[in-house]
């Protein structure tokens, strides 16, 4: 006769529902199409900017519940590649004018040698919730700016894409983070669905380990949303100021 295990978890087992469900949104991914033009653009973001890495999901053999995770350690890998290309962007387009100071320069400065170097070229200003655009003719560019348009037209379009992935962060980091704080509050719900499946003898304690690192996988993953949205909201405020000075070529 088989042997049963009735999976039982403790009360600091952490757990989802069927009503949590994953708050759902496709990634949009935007690449800049300009390659690198400085040295100091190979150089990794700050440290103060980096997140710790996160364990795997562990599979669990009850699909439904292996889903939730697996969808929500989707989504999260999809946000912290977003993060990071903002970061990489936002370092590619301060990197345009090194040759300005010695130092990394803020980006309310880069923005002003940048529309110095753009001319007479009219540049308009799109502001969105979470991210600042810039409309430009590169045929205007190529006529009026006053130092090399090429890496001008780069350092207009690593602004954008900054900005584009800085919308995606902080669009997606939302919703995320909205359906794990419904999953590590609901608790009985899953510990109800643990016991009411049947495993195998040596199956059971494995599920139960399983489920309880996943559960602390997904608090890992709330704090470094956190992070990447404390961060992230810093540089949109940033991002907006700094853009007021792309105006400084319509006066």
Known sequence: MGCCYCCCSSENDLEPSSSSKLLSGQQRKYVGSVPPSSARQHRPPDRKDTIPVVSKMEP?????????????EKLYEDISKSYQDLLNELHCFKSAFDNETSEILELSECVRILVHRCGQTSLEVQRKKY??????????L?????????????????????????????????????????LLKDKDSMQQQLIKECFPADQGPGV???VKENMRTLEQIRKNIDVIKKISEAQLKDVIESSKGFFANTE
Do not use: A, C, G, W
């Not at 991210?131 to 205007?140: G, N």
């Not at 900054?162 to 794990?180: F, P």
């Open 142 to 182: 190529m006529k009026n700016s006053l130092n090399d348009p090429q890496e001008i037209i780069s350092s207009l379009k690593h602004f954008n894409s900054m900005n584009k992935h800085l919308e995606e962060v902080l669009k997606d980091s939302h919703s995320i983070q909205k359906s794990i704080n419904i």
């Open 60 to 72: 669990i053999v009850i699909q439904s519940m292996n889903k939730i995770f697996q969808d929500h």
């Open 131 to 140: 991210r600042v655009q810039i409309i430009f003719s590169e045929e205007t």
């Open 208 to 210: 139960v380990y399983n």
